[in-house]
């Protein structure tokens, strides 16, 4: 059975920096992409990148590159959204997703993370 | 960027009722466009990938559709189970894009 856990509720402040998780169980790690996906607060969703374990290659969102980084460890089957420098703007709840066929198939709960002085 | 739109925005529906759910890319996706229901409170499901093929697990009362552009998603009769935001979602061009959502209720 293919599942997501992420890492839980983040309150910070801005400036400070931020590495959440979404491990992953029940199938082959490193041969699925992996993507990050937003939600503001009673918004829609918005793509944030993907990155493909095996290689560690990645393809990011104009809006948030610069801002956020992916990266896995492949030896514990888990994906980490990183930021060094939180904004306000950053909050929301991110949720990690597997790419299936075509589609993300496969959702973590998501991680609210939330940047307030 | 690719933009999405949907329509309607929202809709309330009954019970047994055939819902149709409309979305547009702003340029030619292929087949790249998937469909995903989000219920309140809860995580995003994918209902169907590559315009038209069923999910596993989905309920076969949900079909999807394509012309040029154009994509639908249809519910053949509502359930209440079925209500919440339905998203399209493409992924032929970079940065995969989702269409602002249409709410459905009862």
């Known amino acids: 059975d293919v599942q997501l856990l992420q890492s839980g509720t983040e309150l910070k402040k801005p400036g400070e920096s931020l590495r959440i998780s979404c491990q992953t169980s029940g199938y082959s790690f490193t041969t699925y992409w992996i993507n990050w996906v937003r939600q503001m607060p009673g918004k829609g969703l918005e793509w944030v990148g993907r990155i493909y374990p095996d290689d560690s290659g990645t393809d990011y969102n104009p809006a948030f590159q610069g801002q956020a980084s992916m990266s896995t460890d492949n030896s514990i089957n888990t994906a980490f959204l990183q930021w060094n420098s939180l904004k306000a703007s950053d909050t929301g709840i991110y949720y990690c997703a597997r790419n299936g066929n075509l589609g993300l198939d496969s959702w973590g709960q998501g991680t609210l993370v939330a940047v307030s002085s | 960027d690719v933009q999405m739109t949907q329509s309607p925005s929202s809709l309330s529906a009954s019970v047994g009722d055939r819902v149709t759910i409309s979305c547009r890319a702003s340029?030619?996706?292929?087949?790249?466009l998937n469909w995903y229901l989000q219920k309140p409170g809860k995580v995003p499901k994918l209902l169907v990938y590559?315009?038209?093929i069923l999910q596993s697990g989905v309920p076969l009362r949900f079909s999807g559709s394509a012309s040029g552009t154009n994509f639908t998603l249809t519910i053949t009769s509502l359930q209440p189970e079925d209500i919440g935001t339905f998203y399209c979602h493409q992924t032929f061009d970079y940065p995969q894009t989702f269409g602002p959502g249409t709410r459905v209720d009862l």
């Open positions: 340029q030619n996706i292929a087949n790249y």
């Open positions: 590559a315009s038209s």
